[in-house]
């Protein structure tokens, strides 16, 4: 979303802006976050976590599509857009920016220098950063008890991996994903933090992972769940011993693939 959308966006100054609903905001009203926006000129966009931050010459716009956002520059907005675009904004090249979230279930901030280092900072080191070793892995996953897929998918221990990348990367490393985080071996950091690396960094190649809602800010669906080992495979044969992958919910209520043969 935001490689897609930071050509279209950078340089370009907010004209007017519509808010349709106030429930996706965080830390700011309608009223201040319109205002502001107004006038405003994006310097750039980048990525922490699971959020776009688009840089103004005010304030950070900190989006976090959640399930169902989706983020666009268009010439001219459809109907569904209109229904579904919670946050439009008119640019200065008569292109519109639309933040469109069917289910609502995404979340918009609007942050000073002060406020943006503060939601950094709450939030683990990025896996794709240079400096992300197999030992700064271990210290992610740290003394904690807690199963190691839950771990991995908690954003102030590490930050931008999800259920799925969380499922394929534990299934590549052969761990089990129930298994206490504190438990690992510095060989499961290695292989875990190998695949964890390979699996984003090829999902970003192929334009992230479309289950049902997930766009690319061209609006198409992405291709890595082509590639999928694991997620969305419960019951079918494992693609590496042909046994039956197993689910459950029973780690942290979402759904957890895996073979109980491969990751012991
Ligand atoms: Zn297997």
Redesign the pocket.
């Known amino acids: 979303m935001v490689r897609d959308n930071a050509p279209l966006l950078t340089g370009r100054r907010f004209e007017s802006v519509v808010l349709t609903h106030a429930d996706v905001l965080t830390g700011v009203s309608a009223r201040a976050l319109t205002t502001g926006l107004r006038g405003a000129r994006v310097l750039g966009l980048s990525r922490r976590a699971k959020n776009a931050v688009i840089a103004t010459d005010r304030r950070r716009l900190v989006i976090q599509p959640g399930m169902t956002g989706a983020m666009f520059v268009k010439r001219k907005p459809t109907p569904d857009d209109l229904k579904y675009g919670v946050l439009r904004i008119l640019l200065d090249d008569r292109r519109t920016f639309i933040y469109h979230d069917v289910r609502r279930l995404g979340r918009i901030r609007w942050l000073d220098d002060a406020g943006y280092r503060r939601f950094s900072n709450a939030i683990g080191p990025e896996p794709l950063d240079p400096g992300f070793t197999p030992e700064a892995l271990g210290r992610a996953l740290g003394r904690s008890r807690a199963a190691v897929k839950k771990v991995l998918m908690d954003q102030k221990a590490l930050a931008g991996v999800g259920n799925i990348y969380a499922n394929e990367a534990l299934f590549f490393a052969g761990v089990d994903p129930s298994r206490a985080a504190r438990a690992l071996t510095p060989e499961n950091h290695r292989q875990l933090h190998h695949h964890l690396v390979r699996i984003l960094t090829q999902a970003v190649r192929a334009s992230g992972t479309t289950i049902r809602d997930y766009r690319t800010g061209r609006g198409e669906p992405g291709n890595f769940q082509l590639e999928l080992m694991v997620y969305g495979r419960e019951g079918e044969p ?1 693609r ?4 039956s992958l197993a689910g459950t919910h029973a780690i942290d209520a979402r759904i957890t693939v895996f ?1 109980y ?3 012991t």
């Open positions: 494992c590496h011993c042909g046994a073979c043969r491969c990751q």
